[in-house]
């Protein structure tokens, strides 16, 4: 067989033409030309694989918790085979903003109100892993390790409640980076190889 003839495996994604369109227009009004686009649960779990050694039998829950989404996506054998997306209500009533040392921090006016929202994505969380387990493998294999990223300002108590579910959680933020956890998705996005 030739090498031009070998077989490669492709990784296809796809998402609605006007999801893409409002992106898209978004960087035409701002003069900008978007050169490639990226999954952010790709972009974590690059930055994940250098950090690590993932095993061949491990099966990685990384649920990235934002104020505005929730995405989770499951990786086996270093491929996504399960992604998720979840909308979260956001309303600015809720926060007070304030920057310190060119950071923009959000503190929570309704704890009560926000951590029942965060309580309900959390049933959505397991609902998920429940389905991995028991219907995606028939019952033969299940989440191993979660891994905690995004930018929520209640990330620690999101920790600590996925920790309830699972006590297998790490949180990129805790890896010793040496930057602050706002900038772990533009540093994963770093490691992505763009070819023009």
């Not at 978007?34 to 790709?42: G, Q």
């Not at 270093?78 to 997306?85: E, N």
């Not at 397991?126 to 299940?142: A, L, Q």
Request: a negative charge; aromatic letters at 12%.
């Amino acid at each position: 067989m030739e090498e031009n003839d070998a077989q490669r495996e492709i990784l296809f994604f796809a998402t609605p033409a006007s999801i893409m369109k409002d992106y898209n227009d978004l960087f035409e009004e701002l003069n900008l030309t978007p050169i490639v686009a990226d999954v952010s649960s790709l972009s974590f779990y690059r930055l994940f694989y250098e950090l690590t050694e993932a095993g061949e039998d491990q099966h990685f829950l990384f649920v990235e918790w934002d104020l505005s989404s929730l995405n989770l996506c499951i990786f086996h054998r270093d491929k996504p085979v399960f992604m998720r997306h979840i909308s979260q209500k956001f309303t600015y009533d809720d926060w007070t903003m304030e920057h310190e040392g060119g950071i923009t921090h959000l503190h929570c006016n309704n704890d009560e109100k926000v951590e029942k929202e965060i309580n309900e994505q959390l049933q959505e969380v397991e609902r998920v892993m429940n389905f991995y387990k028991y219907t995606f493998n028939k019952g033969e294999d299940e989440i191993t390790n979660i891994i905690l990223a995004g930018d929520h300002p209640k990330l620690q108590y999101i920790r600590n409640s996925l920790d309830e579910i699972d006590g297998t959680v790490k949180s990129l933020d805790e890896m010793d980076l040496g930057i602050h956890y706002h900038y772990i998705l533009p540093l994963s996005l770093c490691l992505k190889e763009v070819v023009k």
